[in-house]
């Protein structure tokens, strides 16, 4: 059997539009959201945007046009593809830990894609106000059988869109709901910066003023980046295996860091003029971290005299972002469990779905029941958030670097690159993945394990 008959037999990619989409679907989640506007907000709003576009179309570049390519000459999900070259200790674990880490996030992100579900029930029903209520988040996730069950009904419809398969499932589902995604973003946008007061939100998002710039921007926006693009997750690996031959690997990147940068910008219009209109034009109104978006901006909507409608119209587009990065994330598990240990799929599916209803259960009961329970002072959710994407992703990335320079080089992933595609940054390429990639990883995660040991940067 062929190189190619064996991709399709594994699922495949229709072609260039499906995979850009489906990528693009990985992507843009709720990092995108609701994560992206408050750091921006918090790390000087133009100057962090300005930074975050450098590192993307730079450091980004690289790291997504490696994965693809290794995914693509393999056919094979993260473990499959480190061991197809060597057996050595340290590719067993680059593989390991690429495909472990989206076992991992995928749990706890069905908890948070449970909270939008319940959100978006509670503004269909015409709750605005009842939401805005000081106490109304904490209530709703410190209730075991409320958070439990709109858990459940977000992991079912995920788990429903893999078992469809790569084409009948991930693509077409792709294929709706990331049009729809932009076109709702861009609605909410303009409605967010029509208001009164929110043209300086605008502003203070667009124009970098180098006088907020820290040391911090830079690691929070290098951080950002890996969440946001779904780097080091072992997703873009597993995508890449799907994706046919004659796909341009360099224009699908380009496209998927545009749409990506594209919704992040839209959800920092979205937010950020909208609190600081709200707000009387205060930006620490927006450092409200994770809670913003179920904490703040229910605030902000029930202060519009549209704030039901656009409270849904919010919801509907952050569940989608949720969604399909969270398909993403279910479906490299199920690849690698498929690859592995030669599971059909159905069978992996299933099993895969038990074991995030198992993990899932402790971090959504990690604000109720299992409350009492902390580690390293963090809730369940907050330790599983801050183990893999502060210490798993960045060791996965580094592992990643060690493949592609060490043991498959940078002339085969420029032949698999100039395979479907003219590779006009390959100079730029060589340059981040050599020398400037390595060191921003170690400064992630430098700055992640003293952070946790309570140093401050």
Known sequence: MNSTEKKLSRGTFSGHLGYVLAAAGSAVGLGNIWRFPYLAARYGGGIFLLIYVLLAVTFGYAMIISETSIGRMTSK?????????GKSGLLKAGGWINAIIPMLIVPYYSVIGGWVCKYLFEYIKGS?????????FGSFIGNPFSTELFFVIFALAMSAVILAGVNNGIEKVSKVMMPLLAVLALIVACFS??????LAGVKYFFIPNFSNFSWMTVVAALGQMFYSLSIAMGILIT????MKKSVDIEKTTVQVIGFDSLVAILAGLMIIPAVFAFSGGDPKALNAGPSLMFVTIPKVFAQMHAGRLVGILFFVLVLFAALTSAISLMECAVSTLCDVLKWKRGFACIVMTLFIFALGSLSSLGFSSLSFVKIFGM??????????????MPLAALLIFYLVVRRIGL???AEEVEGSSSFKMKKLYNFVIKFVAPVFIAVILASSIASLLGFKI
């Open 77 to 85: 999900s993260p473990v499959g593809a480190f061991s197809r070259f």
């Open 128 to 136: 605005t106000q009842a939401m805005a209520q000081d106490g109304f």
């Open 193 to 198: 910066v029509t208001r009164n007061g929110a």
């Open 239 to 242: 995508y890449g295996s799907y």
């Open 379 to 392: 809730d369940i959710l907050d330790f599983f958030d801050f183990l893999t994407n502060s210490i798993m």
């Open 411 to 413: 002339a085969k992933i």
